[in-house]
């Protein structure tokens, strides 16, 4: 029952009451009872307590809940009810003291600065979720219309493809690997996504047993979360066709570590069969170069017998909406040779 009516007068904070309803006035009285009840629990303790006092933050609640209209009914009920509770008898004969006059000056002043307050925050309240709502309408447009045009782009891709299976399915891929992306920001309002988050969307396709992962998570913001999917795309593809991945035995080992505001990665390979050095840059080599060179990335590949390992670090810009996002990754697509036939594993994509 606690939890219940705990819940119910957060949604009526939250929400408020419709301002002129029965309802926002009657929540007005309720506010002025239950100061009345605190104001004679006072008098009890100190007779000598201010008349007034309890009836400020009644004031104060009914105008944030029900309205303008509200507080001034809450005021203007607490003034009376101040008055025919708590009044000294022998009021008539000093109504008009100083010390009263200047008390109902007091009440009547503050009540009507607690009004205005209580509006003035309503208002722009109101204004702030209509515009979170307008921002959440533009943001699902936006989404809609990204889809659409990744989905023209991969139509495109396998009509004018249709001669080279396997190059339509590497851009395919590479373009869901940036739709799984987009999805991510889009849900975070393009402030970021975490870098798990990143991770798990990109090794989603294969057997979870075969990766193991070991570094703190944290927020990518929205150009880095776009490079850093295509390059474990890219790296993961790869360990897929030619590594690691390609065998029931094979792991992925990924540690990182983020310090001063940079992150290094450590991507190692085992149980797969040994990868033979190319001298033929691909894609994902491509990428790795060009898609870091903005975060003042630096990139270590080795072969060794055991599987590739591939070392890389780059610094973390402040999580904040890019508009450069994705521009490392585009200019990668744009400037990367796209290979015709299978290369081996070193060439990465």
């Not at 303790?45 to 507080?71: D, K, M």
């Not at 396998?158 to 851009?171: D, G, I, Q």
Request: contains cysteine; proline residues 5%; hydrophobic residues 50%.
């Amino acid at each position: 029952m606690m939890k219940l009516a705990l819940a119910r007068w957060r949604e009526l904070w939250q929400g408020g009451l419709p301002p002129r309803s029965l309802a926002a006035f009657v929540f007005a009285l309720i506010c002025v009872a239950l100061a009345t009840i605190v104001r004679m629990a006072l008098g009890e303790i100190s007779p000598a307590s201010a008349v007034f006092a309890p009836y400020y933050s009644a004031t104060l609640v009914a105008a944030l809940v029900g309205g303008w209209r509200a507080g001034s009914f809450a005021a203007a009920a607490g003034a009376v009810a101040a008055f025919w509770f708590f009044v000294p008898p022998d009021w008539t004969s000093h109504a008009f003291d100083r010390e009263w006059i200047v008390s109902y000056f007091l009440f009547a002043v503050s009540s009507l600065v607690i009004v205005w307050a209580a509006k003035s925050y309503r208002d722009l309240l109101w204004r702030l979720r209509d515009e979170e709502e307008r921002r959440q309408l533009l943001n699902r447009e936006l989404a809609h219309r990204i889809r659409n045009t990744l989905a023209i782009v991969e139509s495109v891709i396998s009509r004018t493809l249709r001669e080279e299976p396997e190059l339509r399915v590497k851009l395919h891929d590479r373009i869901a690997a940036l739709a799984v992306t987009n999805d991510l920001l889009i849900k975070a309002e393009w402030r970021g996504a975490r870098l798990r988050q990143i991770l798990a969307g990109e090794f989603a396709p294969h057997d979870a047993a075969h990766f193991k992962l070991d570094g703190q998570d944290f927020e990518c913001p929205s150009e880095l979360a776009t490079v850093l999917a295509l390059v474990f795309h890219e790296l993961t593809t790869n360990a897929a066709k030619y590594g690691a991945l390609s065998t029931a035995q094979g792991r992925v080992t990924l540690c990182w570590t983020k310090y001063d505001e940079r992150v290094a990665f450590e991507w190692t390979e085992s149980g797969g069969p040994p990868p033979a050095a190319s001298r033929r840059e691909g894609f994902g080599t491509t990428l790795l170069h060009k898609g870091l060179r903005q975060f003042g990335g630096d990139v270590e590949m080795r072969f060794l017998p055991s599987g590739l390992t591939c070392r890389l670090s780059l610094a973390v810009p402040d999580a904040r909406p890019g508009a450069a996002a994705g521009a490392a990754a585009e200019e990668a697509l744009h400037s990367a040779p796209l290979p015709a036939a299978p290369v081996n594993k070193a060439a990465v994509g």
